[in-house]
């Protein structure tokens, strides 16, 4: 948004004072002064033009801005006139007739030559961006605003993407000329004319009210108004424990052990994919998932009947990373900062990946060769096609597995608290859904009246 100079800002504050503005509305004031200034920045309005300000009312009544918040802003351009010494005469409408002070001569054109306070306000400090420059500067400052909070990559892509969506949506206008009507349309459009889902329409919602509040640093005003969609109750997909078998069946390694430690431990899918080897504990019988869903730790129990599995699959794993020594690779990928502290640690073999790839990944940049973790796309793709194999008629997802998880602890007498705590629930509703997917227990067991 445009700098105005402490001279003028400073002039502007006693003017107010001057003309009793009320101290709670002095911000308001000149954050319209701000906006107004902006937009003639942006739509090469002259700041002095009686057009100018008619033009600014008009973008206001297309955004939907009260009555109340037209009079407002062009009260506050008003005291802008009288900082920059000319005398300001309102006419009919929103027309302002503008003359300039006869110490420096009456323009008769309707343009006035800017004033030396004029130019004081005009201190930039960079040259004038395009539209499409200043949404790069957005999104590098979303991408810097999300990595300092430490939210996860996918957030980060998640935000872009409805970032990217909003700016294509307003055809490429000035961010520092969108206001919530922009996402209230958007939202709206998102709803009616697309027909996306609840939880879509909602995640966009809060992309934005994070782009308005962290990166554009503008009031999202009072966003109740807001179209926000009702998700709906949703019961998961289950397994049964023959299905499951049924899959495993037509599985071939390592996606079979990839699937039990998914059902056998609750395992998200980048959970599981993200085990290190000192993640396991087969002395203690426990698994430690570290940085889940919400960057939170937790330790679950080892299916003991997988162990002798387990205990083959590392040492086919110790063989590779002795294999990739003696080939002098860099190390596996590491967290964070983490190598930079630890110089050695990604060449260690606790720090190896549980499930690493089949090959090494090259890095340009660093010009070496490391190894990552066994990717997404080719577990979910092995599943499907185990799937379809074993001819189970249900929507079948690796998530589908921690579903199954949970629901048989919960067939098997197990407390929702316990459950939700293997899960890593931070809240025991969430849990609640699988109570669901069984069928009552109670003495008086529900039934269809047909039945009856």
């Known amino acids: 948004m445009i700098n105005i100079s402490t001279d003028v800002l400073s002039q502007y504050d006693a003017i107010m004072v001057k003309k009793s503005i009320p101290v709670s509305y002095q911000q308001y004031y000149k954050k319209w002064l701000r906006y107004y200034l902006d937009f003639c920045y942006n739509y090469d309005f002259n700041q002095l033009d009686k057009e100018s300000l008619s033009q600014f009312i008009k973008k206001l009544q297309e955004r939907q801005q009260t009555q109340l918040y037209q009079k407002q802003a062009a ?110 349309e958007f939202l709206e459009y998102l709803a009616v004319k697309l027909n996306v889902s609840a939880s879509t329409q909602n995640q966009a919602f809060n992309a934005l009210l994070f782009l308005f509040t962290h990166v554009l640093k503008k009031d999202f005003g009072d966003y109740k108004d807001c179209v926000r969609a009702k998700k709906k109750p949703y019961i998961p997909v289950v397994l049964s424990r023959d299905e499951i078998a049924a899959i ?76 990739d020594l003696d080939a002098n690779y860099a190390g596996a990928f590491m967290p964070g900062l983490l190598e930079k502290k630890y110089k050695n640690c990604a060449k260690d073999l606790i720090w190896q990946w549980f ?26 793709k092995a599943i499907k096609q185990a799937v379809r194999k074993a001819k189970i008629i249900k929507r079948v997802s690796a998530h589908i597995f921690r579903h199954s998880f949970a629901t048989h602890l919960l067939q098997a007498n197990y407390d929702i608290r316990t459950i939700q705590e293997l899960l890593g629930h931070s809240n025991v509703n969430t849990t609640m859904i699988y109570t669901h997917t069984i069928k009552s227990l109670t003495v008086k067991e529900a039934k269809s009246p047909l039945d009856f």
């Open 75 to 184: 009260h506050a351009v008003f005291l802008y006139y009288e900082v920059m010494q000319f005398d300001v005469t309102p006419t009919d409408g929103n027309n302002i007739l503008l003359a300039e002070k006869t110490n420096l001569g009456l323009v008769t054109t309707g343009k006035i030559s800017p004033s030396p306070g004029l130019q004081m306000c005009k201190e930039l400090g960079s040259e004038k961006e395009s539209f499409e420059e200043q949404w790069d500067r957005v999104h590098v400052k979303l991408s810097t605003e999300i990595k300092i909070r430490h939210y996860s990559p996918k957030t980060l892509k998640a935000y872009a993407m409805w970032a990217k969506k909003l700016q294509s949506f307003t055809q490429n206008k000035s961010p520092h000329m969108l206001f919530p009507s922009d996402v209230k």
């Open 355 to 380: 499930f690493p790839a089949k090959i090494l990944t090259f890095v340009p940049d660093l010009n070496e060769l490391r190894r990552y973790h066994l990717h997404e796309s080719h577990v979910q």
């Open 248 to 323: 495993l069946a037509h599985l071939s390694y390592p996606y079979d052990l990839v699937v039990k430690i998914l059902y056998g431990c609750g395992l998200r899918l980048f959970e599981c994919l993200n085990l290190r080897i000192h993640n396991l504990n087969f002395d203690a019988g426990i698994l430690t998932i570290h940085d889940g869903k919400g960057g939170k730790d937790r330790t679950v129990p080892l299916p003991q009947i997988i162990v002798p599995e387990l205990t083959a699959h590392l040492e086919k794993v110790r063989v590779l990373h002795e294999k």
